[in-house]
């Protein structure tokens, strides 16, 4: 692998970096947006079997909304409910809540989707450098004219060392977009799954504490 490294060149070591980077997204947002993970059994239970004495308790709150993601929402519920505030005035706040759980649903996917664009757009620029190269070598050393016998006649290891940027760099660059690009749009399904799934148990949680709310 090493050796794949040194003859793709220098244009290989910005693209290995990237893929650093995203395989590290993959990894914490298939780990971060697990069910069990977003949307835990005990967090429900302990909103929906909370009492008008848990409600008004900061501590109870405090430790629903750090139990799981989705906490946050219902612990949102049942203080707007204890207060006193009104249906509306509880779905405002609701909103403002979810905006921000959506975005920490959200969080590193635009990343991962623009190195899926940005991985090609490199192997393309360790291409042309790698063109560039066989140019270069030829044309320095038949003083600036290059034709098909002296391309493959004159400086081999300079011109297999050209090949090798030019085609590694590119096979990198898909090899790198290509999975970037398939997780991204399995994790953005699974954060909007997530965000359904979040929405509905709210909802029902604001059924049973606003019945004559619509």
């Not at 008008?52 to 906490?71: H, K, M, Q, V």
């Not at 398939?182 to 148990?201: I, K, T």
């Amino acid at each position: 692998m090493y050796s794949i490294l040194l003859a793709a060149g220098w244009p290989i070591w910005p693209l290995l970096a990237i893929s650093i980077l995203g395989l590290a997204i993959l990894i914490e947002r298939a780990w971060y947006l697990r069910k069990k993970h977003i949307i835990r059994k005990e967090t429900i239970e302990l909103a929906f079997n909370a009492n008008a004495r848990d409600a008004t308790n900061s501590e109870f709150l405090s430790d629903l909304s750090a139990s799981s993601p989705i906490g946050v929402l219902l612990a949102g519920v049942l203080r707007e409910q204890a207060l006193g505030h009104s249906a509306e005035a509880a779905i405002e706040e609701l909103q403002i809540l979810a905006q921000n759980l959506w975005a920490k649903l959200d969080r590193y996917l635009g990343g991962l989707a623009t190195i899926a664009t940005v991985a090609p757009l490199l192997g393309l620029f360790g291409t042309v450098i790698g063109m560039i190269e066989i140019f270069g070598s030829q044309g320095g050393s038949m003083g600036g004219s290059v034709n098909a016998a002296s391309v493959g006649a004159t400086n081999p290891q300079q011109l297999a060392h050209g090949i090798s940027i030019a085609l590694y760099n590119t096979a990198f660059g898909l090899l790198i977009a290509i999975p970037a690009l398939a997780g991204w749009r399995v994790l953005r399904a699974v954060a909007d799954q997530r965000q359904r799934e979040c929405e509905e148990c709210t909802r029902q949680l604001f059924k049973k504490l606003y019945p004559n709310s619509h």
